[in-house]
């Protein structure tokens, strides 16, 4: 622990990861403006005054509060989906890797069916009959990305099961749930965490493809990423529309991703001593 | 005497030469129809390059008025117009040799009113239409079942463009579909799905050879991407600029912004089977809530005319005395009030998402409804789904947008679809008065009496607050300096036979 | 081996069924293709809407649609498109070659950044060369591939001639679009290539074999990069249909007319049978690939074998 406080990547990560979640929490709080209110009058306002700190999007709206109310989003659709997706992957993986035969099999040729559908397209069949918003949108992340984490895991696993230290370890009567709890998933740990990380910031970059394709949540509620894609013609006369919740989404991604390489690094057995 | 002659001879030869089509023209544009075939298809995309292949026996000119095209007249036979005549143009051949001729136009409508047509959207616009008749050679008769006063505008439309018997005969229709052939000043030479579609010139077309000699249609479905072809001088023409681009064209060296007002109009429609939408009274507070001069002002920068009824200012049936309602937020919150309606009613409006300036609108219009104290949520849905699923199932919101192309200029095709009792797009609103007014214009050739008859629709429809007329669109070109002789067309059919590429 | 691949194949038979089944399924569930015709301008009657059925062979039950659509596909017969009616066939032979040369370009270029950067940052951990290639890897995760493209096509394309903003003619127009690809899935491959060859360096056998005396080089080519290599390996095949998935978006802002935009517009206007059709090519192309990615496996890792 003591050394976690002192490493630098450590501290970045976590600062950011803090501020992110302090921002979605206390975001009334912290707004200037509600980030719904249009003032047409001041649309498209330059940044850097006092009214208006990073300036007024399309509709008049001040972008500082909208990248503060903002963060809520994001949380949503890029931590919820991955934590569903993960769980769930992990768990499949893990049991389809130790135990293998017909589970394993099965579960991958499943696995075979949703990865070979690439997600765009998935997620505008399915949205075309189950209507657009935000929770459906996490659903279908989870529901289309479980796999990758089950594949991943899996993978590890069959080349864990055959190293030595596992093998001693069923030699010396050790049961399935030990081993495969102490040995296995603590080593499966290590990309899934990085997975993760890369998948976060995946998910919120997908919400603005979708924004893009016209498919994206409702317009009024701030998504950094439904305010870049929206902010795309505005990229020559008003650079400060997607400019700054691009920002918001670069140091999302770097400290979720640097808080995963910590994380990596502790859990890896190996590294340490 | 013999050198003035030469002079003349030579005079003649040069200017020929010079009247040859030159040059090639790129034009970027949103869309691919993936089909030609005409009855096919309602599609704007269609109009732009289509007008250029096929002719109608009419045609609708950059001023929207109906002149002759490959009729070069027409008149009732009978007082009581059953029967249609129409004198045809001669010496007029299509592209692939055929003769155009009375038989021509005869297969064009068997087709249309038959059972290839009623595989298609166009075949229902004509159903006044009983069957054409031969009477010789140049001359036909249109034989109707039910009067229609609009025929003559439906006739420069997309399902009467006339087509060729023998080609479309001795081919799969999907080779008509690929590789179209009609009677217009450009023919089809290639055509990759999505990607692009090469015209020559027609040297022998009835109105004169085109001036340029190559035109490139571009298929390019991102607005940004467009503009930059623009910008990097790589395309003459490009359609469907958004007005969040509008700025950057205009700044753009060497390319200009070309506005035209176009029939389009958009409004956000009423759900009159939900509440609290189904009271007049909050229909109208929300409707005094709206300032859509300030949107058409502030967020479509000018690029909006404003409306009062569901119907551009070129319409027939347009009242320019109807005003609409006043933006008026204290008036909207004492009405709300008056209904009974409390703070935070959600209020929810579906659009759809692929329209970036509406997008915009749509904000606008909910934040102002929030200042009134309402809770409108939007919802954003692709194209098909919802004309063809949520509209006429009515599983929209209370507000729900509606935008209509307003193609043949009068008011009857838009009320009739969108007001009478139980049309494909109009699942709840009834009125009794305003079905009996629509049969009644219906049922009349009397332009003038119509134009009355049509605005008392149009007061009806703004008294019941059927919908919310917002704007009429006006569609921004952007043309570069090259390019001579072009205009933009009000309805998204292009006429290029004047366009000429300098340089 | 020859067990493995006569199974593998069997499986693959099963996996295509089960995505035609699901994506028929599902599209069929909303919106109807008859109605769709009309395009929103013009209302169509109830009898006009059961002749367009019947012609489009909607009317049949679900299941029977499907068996004809198997039946069709045993001798390459992938129905009529609903939109255009030109055979889906041919279609998808025509737009085939554009995406896959979207995506193998995009792949190559991934590769060519990613595998020796994230060496050089696994053999340099803890550096200031390793900082930076993170840094770097971690800007190019966090841009939307849309927004990416059209930064690209502004910079190189519009302020400075370089290249043309879209369309498909040539290998100039290649560059900006698999550019786009390239450079976010380099960013997300770096960092695995850099991940996966550090867990692989703290290994046993390659402690073993620095304690023989092996030289460093050594170690980490011949033995750890190899088996570094599989997570890696595994990614880029998962990758491809997440990779196709970026071709779709990326399709849309070049105007690349590719499979991306034909499935994009064949579920918008609900055209069954080309959505089937794209699908049923999409899914044997990332089928092969996953294929080729089990099997280097046995390649690269001395310790996997297959019975």
Redesign the interface.
Known sequence: MKKALTDPSFLLGAAIVLVILASAVFAPALAPHDP???D??A?LAAPFQPHYLLGAD????DILSRIIYGARISLIVGVTSVAAASIVGTLVGLLAGYFGGLLD?VLM??A??Q???????LA???I??I???LWKLVLVMAFAQWV?YA??VR??V??IR???YVQAATSLGAGHGRILVRHVLLNAL??VT?LAT?GI??NI?LE??L??????V???IPSW?GM???G??????AWWV?TFP?LA??L???GF?LLG?WL?DTL?P??QG | MKRTVLALVAAVVLGLAFAQPSGTLTIAQQQDPQSWDPIDTFYLAWGMIGSSIFDGLVHRGLDMKIGPGLATSWEWTDASNTRLRFHLRKGVTFQDGEPFNAAAVKFTFDRLLGPEGAKGPQQANYTSIDHVEVVDDYTVDFVMKSPDPVIITKLAGYGAMIVPPKYVTDNPPETFNKMPIGTGPFKVTEYVPDDHLTLVANPDYWGGAPKVAKVIFRFIPEPSTRVAELQAGRADIVQGIPISLADTVSKTAGVKLDPVGSPTVNALRFNFCKAPTDQLKVREAIAHAVDSQGIIDSILQGYGIPIASFQSSMSLGYDPNLKSYSYDPELSKKLLKEAGIAAGTPIGIDFIGTDATFREVAQAVASELQAVGLKPTLATHETNTYYNDLVPKNTVGNLYYSGWGGWTLDFDNTAYLLYHTKQFWNPCYSNAKLDALLEQERGTYDQAKRAVILQQIAQIEHDDLIDLPLYQSKNLWGVADRVQGFVAPADDRLDLTTVSVGN | MLRYLIRRLFQSIFVLIGITLFVSFTIRLSGDPAVAMFQGASAPTAEQLATIRKALGTDRPFLTQYASFLGGLLHGDLGTSFRSGQPVAEEVAHRFPATLSLALAALAISLVLAVPLGVLAARRHGSLSDLAIRVFSLLGLSFPNFWLGIMLILIFAVRVRWFPPSGYAGPASLVLPSLTLGLILASTTTRLVRSSLLDVLGEQYVTTARAKGITEQRVLYRHALRTALIPVITFVGLQFGALLGGVVIVEQVFAWPGLGSLALNAISFRDYPMLQGTITVLAIFIAAINLLVDLSYALLDPRIRYS
């Open positions: 719904t209110v249009a047409l009058r649309r399309a509709i008049g709206r099999t040729r499943l075979d069916i990865l070979a559908f690439p997600f765009i397209l505008i069949t399915v075309a009959v209507g657009p918003g990758q594949r991943i993978g590890q069959l080349s055959e190293t030595d290590t990309p990085v890369l910031a995946n970059l603005a493809g924004t893009f394709l016209g498919l994206g409702d317009p009024t990423g870049l894609a929206d795309r013609n505005y990229i020559e006369r997607s691009g989404i670069t999302t991604v770097l991703n390489d990596r890896d190996r590294m």
